[in-house]
């Protein structure tokens, strides 16, 4: 079944690949969850016993996305410095074609972004004794919230690695592409947490979906130009 | 040389047509005079910036280095105007709003507009292959240009905004006299503005072309 699509299968293998090296030093995971769990920590010991009203949610929410947008940043630009760094890449360009590669770097980076949310979003949950008032809601927002910031990524990812990896560029290169997303992860999961009426979810959970299409195809399409000299 | 002169008395007149000749907006009073700078900006640099990104495809389809240079000048216009629009506005929203911001989302949607090409800048600056430089950047100008919709879609669904409209300014409650004068004033200095930036970018080209020659001769 899955070999009739060849760059997905291909991309399995790249995956593959890319998860046996990380398993080996678990550089790019640690990175990440250090980042989080510091910030997660720092930010529920300076405001945490403050959040109280109604504009609880609104602070909450944003402090969420805040959080995973710089671990985001702090970790997933790795995937293809690893491969500069190790002088891989002409060995990965030969390989394999370029929409394979993005595939495979795509599906790793969603893995590291779901491990980390994994652990991060209930933390985040108990720390701040939040209540989740819409659980479907919330836990579709952070599916497709984390998938869209892996998405725009990896391209971005890409771009920073062939500039030679200058410090902050990813993230000053991220956000306003990322901002889009941020803004309706942000307002939907101020309403999964009890702000608002329920019914406007469904509109930003929408908005994600559709960011999440555009992101990926515009990143199939243009990552052939950065990826090949 | 004549067409420069031109323009200067051109734009002088708008300038000065805009104060004595355009009477005051009724609603927005005499900060509605405003309109014939801002305007003409904020449709500049829309300008700019589409032309920035067809000459980025241009690029990645046809691999010639001048259409990375008519981007980068194209996206240095656009920055030009667009902060001119952001200040001109900001003007007029301490006048009508009461504060020179307040995120409204037209204000929010020129920052990240604003950011976009700034991050643009920053990418360019970070790398010193021309080849490698005019590729990336125009892969990241295409990338930036296709969130925009996005913004426009969810920021005024999220927050109403308070920005005028131009058909609410020209048409509501007014006498076809004053409409007139100032539709006249209005294309005047689109017109103008117009002119400026075509002058700007023959500069900013030729300027780049100059340069470009500059760097190749001194490598070898």
Not at chain 1, 103 to 132: A, E, H, Q, R
Not at chain 1, 194 to 220: H, K, Q, R
């Amino acid at each position: 079944m899955i070999s009739n699509f060849p760059w997905l299968s291909r991309g399995l293998a790249v995956l593959r690949k890319d998860l046996r090296i990380e398993f080996r030093t678990r550089y790019a995971y640690s990175a990440l969850l250090m980042f989080a769990i510091t910030t997660l920590v720092t930010v529920s010991f300076s405001v945490g016993g403050f959040l109280a009203g109604p504009e609880m949610t609104d602070i909450a929410a944003a402090l969420l996305w805040i959080i995973l947008f710089f671990s985001a940043m702090a970790g997933l630009s790795r995937t293809f410095v690893q491969e500069e760094e190790s002088g891989t890449v002409i060995a990965l360009k030969m390989a394999a074609e370029p929409e394979p590669v993005y595939v495979g770097k795509y599906l790793f980076n969603v893995v590291l972004l779901f491990s980390l949310t994994v652990l991060v979003v209930p933390l985040f949950i108990v720390m701040l004794n939040l209540s989740v008032v819409l659980v479907g809601g919330f836990l579709a927002t952070v599916f497709l919230g984390a998938m869209g910031l892996a998405g725009a990524s990896t391209i971005l990812a890409a771009i920073v690695a062939k500039a030679g990896a200058k410090g902050s560029l990813m993230t000053v290169l991220a956000f306003p592409i990322l901002l889009p997303l941020l803004l309706g992860a942000i307002s939907a999961t101020r309403t999964a947490l009890g702000g608002g009426s329920p019914e406007a979810i469904n509109t930003d959970l929408l908005m994600l979906f559709f960011y999440n299409g555009v992101a990926l195809a515009a990143s199939l399409l243009l990552f052939e130009y950065v990826w090949n000299e | 040389m004549t067409w420069q002169i031109i323009l200067g008395i051109w734009m002088s007149g708008v300038v000065i047509a805009s104060f004595i000749y355009m009477p005051a907006t009724q609603g927005l009073g005499e900060m509605g005079r405003i309109i014939v700078y801002h305007v003409p900006a904020a449709w500049i640099a829309v300008l700019a910036y589409l032309m920035a990104m067809v000459n980025s495809i241009h690029y990645l389809r046809k691999r010639e280095i001048r259409f990375d240079r008519q981007a980068q000048v194209n996206a240095e216009l656009g920055t030009i105007f667009c902060i001119l629009a952001t200040v001109t506005g900001a003007i007029w929203s301490k006048g009508a709003w009461g504060a020179y911001w307040n995120w409204d989302p037209r204000q929010t949607s020129i920052a990240v507009l604003l950011m976009i090409y700034a991050a643009y800048f920053v990418l360019r600056s970070a790398i010193s292959d021309s080849d490698m430089r005019a590729r990336l950047s125009a892969v990241y100008a295409v990338l930036a240009f296709l969130t925009v919709p996005f913004l426009v879609f969810i920021v005024p669904r999220v927050y109403y905004s308070l920005h005028p409209d131009l058909e609410l300014v020209n048409l509501a409650e007014r006498s076809f006299e004053m409409d007139r004068q100032m539709l006249v004033v209005f294309l005047a200095s689109v017109f103008g503005f117009s002119g400026l930036y075509l002058w700007l970018y023959n500069i900013q080209k030729r300027f780049e072309i100059l340069f470009y020659k500059k760097a190749t001769m001194r490598r070898f």
